[in-house]
């Protein structure tokens, strides 16, 4: 089955915006593909499939009773640009796959299989579309609305995409994306908590002019007050600690090479276990770019676009997801990623199970997963459920 797992991955790859890459942001004409090769396997796998009104795909293997509660699997669907083909849509194959290997026996929950619309927040800059709506908190944004009901679907009915209530729990498998697990020759590891993100739009505007006659003590150059600001950033975050700061995205306009920079916007993301920590970064920052700013004469403002706490694991589940995970070494870690078990963890119980990352490689084409990893994760998914029934069937 692993073998299976990892090949369904790399036909979902090939749903892609950009043909020689894997790229599929929010609700994007690809996600229709995805939707499609996956429904059909939740179909065969004898689940109910439908899509809510934020673009989440949702499959549903009955338990013996209607009214039981309800456990949910899954991960996210859209990719970065350039993408792997296992971030994110691992833990949804993953989910299909431990359905499968039911063969049909029902248990005393439903499992409800879900892959979020969106959580890379490449579209317009949001991230966890889905799995805010899922977990109570659609995001307040015209131009989602816009790309949701372009997609076929109704934004006024967002409410409708929440998760029942008489849940046991969020379980999802998700690739390490860093090298702990493959430094130390592990193929699993639980997650305890996920770090803290900031996530923040700067622009600096200043004015252009001709390059070659506007002199070097008279210029009000944005991307140089933005280069200036920008190793900023960098300097912050390598002064110790475990803060990790990264403007991932610059636009200068009007873009030509012989004129001064009027307007550029910069992107700005910040993590840390500690949100004190975290946020305390933050202002500095920004604080370091008004003081750039005011000193070239560029005007500097920004936008919060996250400001997403820190998060544990529930204790519970993860005690579960523990004695699933032997005969294997049991190792726990803290994850520097992001996840959209954080968004549904505060709406239930949350757990998550890393799958090693050969290399640490992820956000790129290169990255992969070893089939004796898949093989292993599937072997503590089933005794996941297992342990579950046990406890409450």
């Known amino acids: 089955m692993e073998h299976e797992v990892i090949a369904r991955c790399r036909a979902l790859a090939e749903c892609t915006e950009e043909p020689g890459f894997t790229t599929r942001t929010f609700l994007s004409p690809?996600?229709?593909?995805?939707?499609?090769?996956?429904?059909?396997?939740?179909?065969q796998a004898g689940m109910r499939v439908h899509v809510d009104p934020a673009g989440n795909l949702r499959g549903v293997y009955d338990a013996a009773r209607p009214d039981a509660p309800r456990l949910y699997l899954g991960s996210h669907l859209?990719?970065?640009?350039?993408?792997?083909?296992?971030?994110?849509?691992?833990?949804?194959?993953?989910?299909?796959?431990?359905?499968?290997?039911?063969?049909?026996?029902?248990?005393?929950?439903?499992i409800e299989?879900?892959?979020?619309?969106?959580e890379e927040g490449v579209r317009f800059g949001i991230p966890f579309i889905g799995s805010r709506a899922f977990a109570g908190g659609p995001v307040r944004d015209t131009r989602v609305d816009h790309a949701i009901g372009a997609f076929g679907l109704d934004p006024t009915r967002m409410a409708e995409a929440r998760a029942d209530s008489a849940a046991l729990g969020y379980l999802e498998f998700h690739i390490e994306q860093g090298p702990v697990l493959d430094s130390l020759g592990l193929p699993l590891a639980i997650v305890d908590s996920i770090v803290g993100q900031s996530r923040l739009e700067l622009r600096f505007s200043g004015a252009a002019n001709h390059a070659g006659t506007t002199p070097m003590h008279l210029r009000r150059d944005a991307l140089a007050a933005a280069a200036e600001w920008i190793t900023?950033?960098?300097?912050?975050?390598?002064?110790?600690?475990?803060?990790?700061?990264?403007?991932?995205?610059i636009e200068a306009k009007p873009g030509a090479g012989n004129v001064i920079a009027s307007h550029v916007n910069a992107t700005l993301d910040v993590r840390h276990a500690e949100d004190a920590e975290r946020r305390g970064a933050v202002t500095r920052l920004l604080s370091c770019a008004g003081q750039?700013?005011?000193?070239?004469?560029?005007?500097?403002?920004?936008?919060?676009?996250?400001?997403?706490?820190?998060?544990?694991?529930?204790?519970?589940?993860?005690?579960?997801?523990q004695r699933a995970v032997a005969p294997h070494p049991v190792h726990r870690m803290a994850s520097g990623a992001g996840h959209d078990a954080m968004i549904v963890a505060g709406r239930m119980p949350a757990a998550m199970l890393f799958l090693r990352t050969p290399g640490g490689v992820s956000h790129h084409p290169e990255e992969s997963v070893l089939p004796e990893d898949v093989g292993a994760a599937l072997e503590a998914g089933s005794r996941f459920l297992a342990l579950l029934e046990a406890q409450y069937g």
């Open 292 to 321: 750039i700013g005011a000193r070239r004469g560029i005007d500097v403002c920004w936008e919060e676009r996250l400001d997403q706490a820190a998060v544990r694991m529930d204790p519970d589940l993860s005690q579960f997801l």
């Open 30 to 43: 690809p996600m229709r593909e995805v939707h499609a090769l996956l429904t059909r396997w939740m179909e």
């Open 113 to 118: 299989i879900v892959g979020f619309s969106e």
């Open 78 to 110: 859209d990719t970065v640009p350039h993408a792997g083909a296992f971030d994110g849509i691992l833990g949804v194959v993953m989910g299909v796959a431990l359905v499968e290997q039911l063969r049909g026996g029902r248990l005393s929950f439903h």
């Open 232 to 249: 900023v950033v960098e300097r912050e975050a390598r002064a110790g600690g475990d803060l990790v700061a990264t403007v991932g995205r």
